[in-house]
Antibody, heavy 121, light 107 residues
């Protein structure tokens, strides 16, 4: 069974840092790109960042570029999101998700349960 | 960035009804369009990908269509578990933008 379990969320002051983790199981982790998507309280979904299966290629939303770093440890089957210079507007539930491929198309087919990040004094 | 606009933002319907949600992209995205359902307090789940391909395990009452800039998600006969929020998402180019969501409530 494919499973993604996020951890690392919590309360942090503005300007602070936090590292989120996403432990994967049930699939060949290195074969799939992974992504982080967030959802502010009562709001919609926002794509944050993606990383290729080998970790060589990364993509970021403009809203987090230069502050967040996505990475992965394929030996540990774990995805990370290092977050610095956190702002109140980063308060959200953060989901990790696995890519699936359909020919030239892709989607996010499996999601974790989410971890909550709250940025507040 | 590609903007995704869903309509309606909310709607009310009854169990057994047929409903259609539309999604429009600000530029052509070919068939790079996915639909997700998010039940209250839960993570999103993939319903359809590549505009019209039903994800494995998803009931056949869900169907997607469209290409280019205009897409639809149709639920042929609403079930109680379908009262949720639905999002479209383009996977054509980064940033992978989502629509604002359509909240489907019980009438």
């Amino acid at each position: 069974e494919v499973q993604l379990v996020e951890s690392g969320g919590g309360l942090v002051q503005p300007g602070g840092s936090l590292r989120l983790s996403c432990a994967a199981s049930g699939f060949t982790f290195t074969s799939y790109a992974m992504t982080w998507v967030r959802q502010a309280p009562g709001k919609g979904l926002e794509w944050v960042s993606s990383i290729s299966g080998g970790g060589e290629t990364t993509y970021y939303a403009d809203s987090v570029k230069g502050r967040f770093t996505i990475s992965r440890d394929n030996s540990k089957k774990t995805l990370y999101l290092q977050m610095h210079s956190l702002r109140a507007e980063d308060t959200a539930s953060f989901y990790c998700a696995k890519y699936m491929y359909s020919g030239t198309y892709h989607a996010f087919d499996m999601w974790g349960q989410g971890t909550v990040v709250t940025v507040s004094p | 960035d590609i903007q995704m606009t869903q309509s309606p933002s909310s709607l009310s319907a009854s169990v057994g009804d047929r409903v259609t949600i539309t999604c429009r992209a600000s530029q052509s995205i070919s068939s790079s369009l996915n639909w997700y359902r998010q039940r209250s307090g839960e993570a999103p789940e993939l319903l359809t990908h590549a505009a019209s391909s039903l994800q494995g395990g998803v009931p056949s009452r869900f169907s997607g269509s469209g290409s280019g800039t205009d897409f639809t998600l149709t639920i042929s006969s609403l079930q109680p578990e379908d009262f949720a929020t639905y999002y479209c998402q383009q996977s054509y180019s980064t940033p992978y933008t989502f629509g604002q969501g359509t909240r489907l409530a019980i009438k």
